[in-house]
């Protein structure tokens, strides 16, 4: 090669790495054509990108000498496709990306076109084929691999997904599906997000052990929807089936721990339903926690509408709270509960609305009933309060 073409296309590689737009122009393009990759969450959108700046970088090399991919690209490409795997991203996907990239390359190279000869557009061509090629046939193989090996290890394998829903490093519910599906198995749905952890001042990191010792106390025999235990520091984070989260209080309260349990968010929204369970034992009071009763997904979200951070909307915390006492139906139950929280006691209460006090006590052992809230607790009855306050 002479040293006309070679000094051409090194302007033209210097050019377009130094200009953010082209990364930007590959994401952006990935993003739209291919669908697993627009459902991707902001929190994957910074991994596409770095890997599309490397990948830019080293084909705008290989084009510039005449190179082929070395070994060390080689790993790097086995190990996209490993992690890939393991967050169930298809690898047809994947590929479809790369092809995607290669043509927004070829686009971005062909607008520098006036600098450059028919031998370089041949170059490119031949690169670009041959590259393709081969990390097609890299990563299908690495993507195979780990694949039979995350089947082959089951409880592994559910583990990672847990930690990649948690992480919300999924890319739809589709490919959730898909994942697993290959792994034969039925994720719960509805589900309960379970954040436990011991009662005491220490907090050393979790063993893995006690949180499967508390998944195994907690799971159905023979239930065939799947449930899966994982760590996050000082905590056991399980997912496992809706119903479940009646018997986690007492379970949680035998082994003196403590918990939250989320069930109200879709598989989708496992990462939201950890962020409220984990912000909610981070902040509630001592009270708050009573043997044999879990947080809910009420509590959670009071706790976080009180800490500034509201993750509903005030009428959704208001109506996960009364639950049905915001019935029509129920206005003499709601009547009740506001002349207790108004007044003090239920002898005054009473007074005030012209009861027998065993009527208004009768009342607010319904509101108990239908909302597991006793207005008598003093955690129970401030949740009970907010909710009438800002119920519209």
Do not use: K, N
Request: aromatic share 4%.
């Amino acid at each position: 090669m002479t040293s006309q073409p070679v000094a051409a296309r090194e302007h033209v590689r210097q050019e377009m790495v130094a200009d953010p737009r082209v990364v930007a122009a590959i994401v952006s393009a990935v993003h739209e054509q291919v669908p697993v990759y627009a459902a991707l969450d902001d929190s994957r959108l910074p991994e596409v990108r770095a890997i599309a700046a490397w990948g830019l970088e080293r084909l705008l090399h290989l084009w510039v000498t005449d190179g082929a991919l070395e070994p060390s690209d080689l790993r790097r490409f086995r190990g996209i496709a490993a992690a890939r795997a393991a967050d169930g991203r298809p690898v047809q996907a994947v590929l479809r990306a790369y092809r995607v990239a290669a043509t927004v390359l070829t686009d971005e190279i062909a607008a520098r076109a006036p600098r450059l000869a028919a031998a370089d557009a041949f170059a490119l061509t031949r690169m670009l084929l041959t590259a393709l090629d081969t990390l097609s046939e890299e990563m299908t193989t690495a993507y195979a691999a780990t694949d039979e090996d995350l089947a082959a290890d089951r409880d592994r394998a559910l583990r990672l997904l847990l930690d990649d829903l948690i992480a919300g490093r999924h890319a739809s519910v589709g490919a959730l599906s898909d994942r697993s599906a290959r792994l034969g198995v039925q994720l719960p749905d509805p589900y309960c997000l379970l954040v436990a952890e011991p009662v005491g001042a220490e907090r050393p990191d979790m063993a893995l052990d006690a949180a499967t010792g508390l998944l195994e106390a907690l799971a159905v025999p023979g239930d065939e929807v799947v449930s899966s235990a994982t760590v996050r520091g000082s905590r056991a984070v399980l997912l496992l089936p809706g119903a479940v989260a009646a018997r986690a209080g007492a379970v949680l309260g035998a082994r003196s721990w403590r918990g939250c349990a989320i069930t109200g968010e879709s598989l989708d929204r496992v990462a939201v339903a950890h962020r409220l369970a984990a912000d909610a034992l981070d902040t509630a009071p001592a009270h708050a926690h009573r043997p044999g009763r879990v947080l809910t997904d009420a509590d959670a979200h009071v706790l976080a509408l009180l800490g500034g951070h509201p993750a509903a909307a005030p009428d959704q915390v208001a109506r996960l709270v009364l639950g049905p006492l915001t019935d029509p139906g129920q206005r003499h139950l709601m009547e009740a509960l506001t002349a207790y929280i108004d007044a003090g006691s239920a002898s005054a209460a009473a007074r005030v609305l012209h009861l027998h006090a065993q009527s208004l006590r009768y009342r607010l052992r319904r509101i108990h009933a239908l909302t597991s809230r006793d207005p008598r607790d003093p955690w129970q009855r401030l949740t009970l309060d907010i909710a009438r306050t800002i119920r519209p």
